[in-house]
């Protein structure tokens, strides 16, 4: 997809504001430069969520005005990955031509892979019976895609609710399921930009890992090579059943993932409480020398930054430089930082990805 000038230059003027934003405020603390890796302007999000909005022409897809409040229709969406811009007119198009499919209809999910996978999410205000999956399937059959149906306490998977992306680090291909409801990175190429920069950054690590808010293990299988063993948490079920399934397809057997909070971690590795879904894991064979961490917005609470203190290097994440900004206050009495990345995961927003790298101070 070629780009008009206005395009890239608004694109490279909304980055920049961004970047100086961010720079304004970590100057304080370092001051070399910034490695700043950018997104496509467009066709770069692999996924997208609307609303459907209900006319005397048919149903439309739409998005709710951030100040009136009131949906207005989408015509296109430029900013999606090219598969979701391809799939968008020809669902539309079947929807309309089936009322089964169209009545009651008010929210449409896309889930897609750089790898050319996708996952459909209708939903509804009604109860789907054997007359929708016979429509949903027929649609199923003649699009590049697997439909979902959702209503209340209801769910129809016609195939399977999650997609498989592919992703390429050096002379590697990896695997990474991604199911329906769990968390993915919204902008494939900016995230293979942010594993290889990760896997720069730990190249030669010597000892253990650990990682904190592993998701499916999108940081998790691309580091293994570079550690001895890895222990990966997350507080969500979903997440971490499918990181063992993604670390399993990949043949990846040096990582050990946990459903935990990053509190009762520090609890568990200072022996304060015993935890039934540690049984099978020893803490005190783990040898960490390296903690990564990319938490929620919100950054991280007291007791998380006071467990990652304990190591000699710490890859921090975030997707709010502002709740980043703070946790440094708490992190450089003892770590200084040694390398800074942003990366525009966010475009045409005032969303900015920032990596850090933190090395412990020499007493």
């Known amino acids: 997809m070629s780009l008009d000038s206005p395009t890239l230059n608004a694109y490279n003027d909304n980055l920049s504001k961004k970047v100086n934003g961010f720079e304004s405020k970590i100057r304080k603390f370092y001051s070399d430069n910034l490695e700043i890796h950018p997104s496509p302007p467009e066709a770069f999000r692999l996924r997208a969520e609307f609303r459907v909005f209900h006319d005397e022409t048919g149903a439309h897809y739409a998005m709710t005005d951030s100040i009136t409040k009131r949906p207005y229709i989408i015509k296109e969406f430029r900013i999606a990955g090219p598969k979701i811009q391809n799939l968008m ?17 008010f929210g449409i999910e896309f889930l897609t892979t750089l790898s050319g996978e996708a996952l459909i999410t209708l939903l509804y205000h009604k109860k789907l019976d054997q007359n929708w999956e016979q429509s949903a399937s027929e649609v199923q059959d003649t699009i590049d895609a697997m439909i979902i149906g959702r209503s209340k306490k209801q769910k129809i998977t016609l195939k399977s609710d999650f997609v498989t992306e592919e992703v390429t680090l050096g002379a590697r291909k990896l695997f990474y399921r991604q199911v329906e409801t769990g968390f993915t990175q919204p902008n494939g190429q900016v995230n293979i930009k942010m594993l290889s920069w990760a896997l720069q950054q730990t190249k030669g690590s010597q000892a253990d890992l ?26 969500s079920k979903l997440s971490i059943k499918t990181a063992q399934h993604n670390a399993c397809v990949n043949g990846i057997k040096n990582t050990s993932f946990i459903r935990m909070s990053s509190q009762e971690l520090t609890q568990a590795i200072d022996g304060i409480r015993p935890f039934r ?42 997707c709010n430089p502002l709740t980043l900004v703070q946790n440094l206050i708490g992190i450089l009495p003892t770590h200084k930082i040694s390398a800074v990345a942003v990366f525009d995961q966010f475009p045409w927003t005032d969303h900015l990805e920032v990596g850090l790298v933190l090395e412990a101070q020499r007493n």
């Open 89 to 105: 007119p020809v669902l539309l198009s079947a929807i309309n031509g089936d009322l089964v499919l169209r009545k009651q209809l």
């Open 277 to 318: 879904r540690l049984k099978n894991i020893n803490l005190n064979e783990f040898n960490f020398s390296t903690v990564l961490v990319d938490p929620p917005r919100s950054g991280l609470d007291p007791t998380t930054i006071s467990l990652i203190l304990r190591y000699k290097k710490i890859i921090y994440f975030s």
């Open 210 to 235: 650990l990682e904190i808010y592993c998701g499916n293990g999108n940081f998790t299988l691309a580091l293994a090579d570079n550690f001895e063993k890895i222990l990966a948490v997350e507080i």
